[in-house]
């Protein structure tokens, strides 16, 4: 099915270039025709003017002779000038064309790449879950093996609510699906519980936090409690198993500002804006080792930009990324 796709794409994408030089060809083709023309009828005009006028009638001879000149020039001017505007225009509309085809391809390709790995997210944590569940059933164990075997199981299903969650919201926020109930709340609570989640969920994993109290914001609960969930999980995913994930919240004037700072390997300056898109993900998608569907950072974008919030991502020194949502209030 994607060898048929792609042979498609690649003769759509032959006939549009054939297509546009068969128009160049003609569009080339109708100004040497029209300057042709218009040469044979100067010259033809001169002739005229010759047997027309008669030697004697120098002054006459060279007034007409200056018209048709003139006419000349004037054909020449607007042939030119027709045909620059027909090219621009052809140009123009190959390009917006040609960049829409191009979009859609890098769409298609990462959709394809987020239904590739949409099914894997979910068959991971489902197939953790079976086998820990059948070895419960299957196997007399001890209390330290079973609950370990339980933890796990919680673990993978948090997981999977965690991503069926985002492709739930990520479809309801653009399908105007989801209806945003802003409300007071104290985005330093919510911070400190989702902190505390994540701390019994990775206990091997080294966080730092540093929170204001009574940060006081209007928002959606739900929508902030994914936004922070996606930030951290980011932070987790390409961060080292040794490396510290820092946490701030702070109280300015007229803005809230939160903050998650992880210690991986940064982003390159050129992907900053890129990673905010839905379904992009760096990298080259058949190298690609770390996990995930591209809706993470999108939906932090969407729902920042839904709460009037800003989200930004900087370096960290030595190492790292830290990624900002300043709240105006």
Known sequence: ???????????????????????????????????????????SKIE????????????????QLYLIKDEYRRNRVKYAGEGIVFLGLILIG??????????????????????????????????VATLNLETLLKHNLDEGKRRKLIAMTLEETARLHFLTNNILVSAQLEG???????????????????????????????????????????????????????L??????????????????????GQVIASVTDEGPGIPDDEKKKIFTKFYRIGNESTRKKQGTGLGLYLCDKIAKD???????????????????????
């Open 176 to 230: 105007q699906g989801r209806k945003i109930n802003k409300e007071d709340l104290n985005l330093s609570n919510l911070l400190s519980d989702r902190i505390t989640e994540f701390k019994k969920r990775f206990q091997d994993r080294r966080f730092e936090e540093m929170i204001d109290p009574d940060a006081d914001i209007k928002g959606d609960p739900l929508l902030l409690e994914i936004l922070i969930n996606n």
């Open 307 to 329: 709460h009037n919030a800003d989200i930004s991502v900087t370096n960290h020194e030595p190492n790292g990324s830290t990624f900002a949502v300043k709240f105006h209030t």
């Open 232 to 253: 951290i999980e980011n932070a987790l995913k390409y961060s080292p198993k040794e490396g510290l994930i820092t946490i701030t919240l702070t109280r300015q004037p």
């Open 1 to 43: 099915m994607e060898q048929k796709r792609r042979r498609y794409s690649k003769k759509a994408t032959t006939l549009f270039y054939l297509l546009v030089v068969y128009i160049l060809a003609a569009l080339v083709w109708w100004f040497i025709s029209l300057e042709q023309q218009n040469n044979r009828l100067h010259q």
């Open 48 to 63: 005229h003017l010759k047997i027309a006028v008669p030697d004697t009638a120098a002054a006459r001879y060279k007034d």
């Open 94 to 127: 190959a390009l917006f064309i040609y960049r829409y085809i191009t979009q859609q391809a890098r769409l298609q390709q990462q959709q394809q790449n987020f239904t590739m790995a949409v099914t894997h997210e979910l068959k991971t944590p489902i197939a």
